[in-house]
T-cell receptor, first 114, second 116 residues
């Protein structure tokens, strides 16, 4: 019940295109859904996050869509750029005062061709 | 301000040895978590410490242990190393959750452990 499943495993997009990554979760107690971006040799960095009281959150070129009834959420990267080439992880957790314990998806390796 | 710092950045050990990894959280953060990231996979939760107490433990064997010090820095110890322990070990810190403040985890760049 703690799994988060992510797809696709890899994604190739042309510069200017839209990148879409999907995740599904099982535990209905999860109440915090972040997306992390990781470059080779670096630790994951928070990109954008959403809570289940809203269905969409947009920050610049990045948008999270959230479907509570389907237990799914997705990341949309608009106008994808070569600098966006990285591995993206969705995650989910139950937020607590002491901090979140994240359950990560398997990751999506995004390549944006110039 | 400095981010989460981890040491060492890279290390090579042989099977059966012991390793200690260290982490300094962002100033003011009292929660430290440890994650294991095997190549090509997402990070897996190992431990969480808050105010020097263990608050959570993932599905890892007793060979893995950790502690948090009064200055909120932390150590991860792994005994009797196995080949499968080869991974990137990530430390993350977070500020306490409060109204208007998320429980965002800030990750360090990790310690790359290779077990031969």
């Amino acid at each position: 019940q703690q799994q988060v499943k992510q797809s696709p495993q890899s994604l190739i997009v042309q510069k200017g295109g839209i990148s879409i990554i999907n995740c599904a979760y099982e535990n209905t107690a999860f109440d915090y859904f972040p997306w992390y971006q990781q470059f080779p040799g670096k630790g994951p960095a928070l990109l954008i996050a959403i809570r289940p009281d809203v269905s969409e959150k947009k920050e610049g070129r990045f948008t999270i869509s959230f479907n509570k009834s389907a237990k799914q959420f997705s990341l949309h990267i608009m106008d994808s750029q070569p600098g966006d080439s990285a591995t993206y992880f969705c995650a989910a957790s139950i937020e607590e005062t002491s901090g979140s314990r994240l359950t990560f998806g398997e990751g999506t390796q995004l390549t944006v061709n110039p | 301000d400095a981010g989460v710092t981890q040491s060492p950045t890279h290390l090579i050990k042989t099977r059966g040895q012991h390793v200690t990894l260290r982490c300094s959280p962002i100033s003011g953060h009292k929660s430290v978590s440890w994650y294991q990231q095997v190549l090509g996979q997402g990070p897996q939760f190992i431990f969480q410490y808050y105010e020097k107490e263990e608050r959570g433990r993932g599905n890892f064997p007793d060979r893995f242990s950790a502690r948090q010090f009064p200055n909120y820095s932390s150590e991860l110890n792994v005994n009797a190393l196995l080949l499968g322990d080869s991974a990137l070990y990530l430390c993350a810190s977070s500020a306490p959750l409060s109204p208007g403040r998320s429980g965002e985890l800030f990750f360090g760049e990790g310690s790359r452990l290779t077990v031969l």
